[in-house]
């Protein structure tokens, strides 16, 4: 089921200034990301695009605090990332499942709600829940071997889930999967984000999937990385797959493609 989103006033939610991030390496510095700028708003899905190596990963990284730019500002919720984490403002969703082969599905889940210190009755009603959201509800006791990697994939974002944050990172979560079920994925995130309105961040390699899921989408440069392009989608808020041939999502692609080669013709 699709629900329309309505904004009267756009809350923004993550801003970067001046983002400059270089890495000391044993042959000298990588200058990963330079000059990045950005803001995101409350219930935007966001996807980040460029080249492998481009520093999309990084600025994820940046946003959870993970990684520590070289200069510049970033908030999240007003804070710095770091606050914003100790505060678990956001779940991220790794390239892989990261699932624990010795926990069952339910197990996996509920291990944030075991560090956070959330009481077993909440834990029991957390974990229904966002079974139920990934539509993964009658496999809480199996173990992840048992799972196809789609299945296991939406186990994790169950458990990015399951303490209630309003943002999530999402690092290339699909990009390992044959097309038709990263479509289908696709297809359900696309309705999980409409249900939940979290604030979705997602980087990928692929321009239909940044199209098909995104509110904005953020085009990168090669190393180091810059922000290109910002396209505002004009898509309309119900998209079902077919919706990739139309006319505004092949322009939108189109405008994508002239933003990866505006970038490599800039090196």
Request: aromatic share 8%; hydrophobic share 40%.
């Amino acid at each position: 089921m699709f629900y329309e989103r309505v904004f009267v006033v756009q809350s923004e939610v993550i801003k970067v200034s001046n983002l400059d991030l270089t890495f000391e390496a044993s042959d000298g510095p990588v200058h990963a990301l330079k000059n990045v700028n950005l803001k995101i708003n409350k219930g935007d899905f966001v996807s980040f695009i460029g080249p492998s190596g481009c520093g999309k990963t990084t600025l994820l990284r940046v946003l959870a605090d993970l990684d520590e730019p070289t200069n510049g500002q970033v908030t999240v919720n007003g804070v710095s990332p770091r606050v914003a984490r100790e505060s678990r403002a956001y779940g991220y969703v790794f390239q892989a499942a990261g699932l624990y082969p010795w926990r069952n599905i339910a197990a996996n889940i509920k291990l944030p709600l075991e560090i956070m210190g959330y009481s077993k009755e909440e834990q029991v009603k957390r974990i229904k829940k966002v079974l139920d959201l990934v539509e993964l509800t009658g496999f809480e006791k199996k173990f992840p071997w048992q799972l196809s990697g789609g299945m296991q994939q939406r186990a994790s974002i169950a458990r990015a889930l399951a303490f209630d944050a309003d943002i999530l990172l999402m690092d290339e979560p699909f990009g390992a999967l044959d097309e038709i079920v990263r479509d289908h994925l696709n297809k359900q995130l696309l309705e999980l984000w409409k249900s939940t309105q979290k604030t979705i961040c997602f980087v990928t390699h692929s321009i239909p999937e940044a199209v098909y899921l995104s509110t904005k989408i953020v085009v990168m440069s090669p190393r180091p990385g810059r922000i290109i392009d910002v396209i505002e989608s004009t898509l309309p808020s119900d998209r079902p797959l077919e919706i990739r041939d139309s006319k505004d999502f092949v322009k939108i692609s189109q405008r994508v493609r002239e933003g990866l080669r505006a970038g490599h013709s800039d090196e």
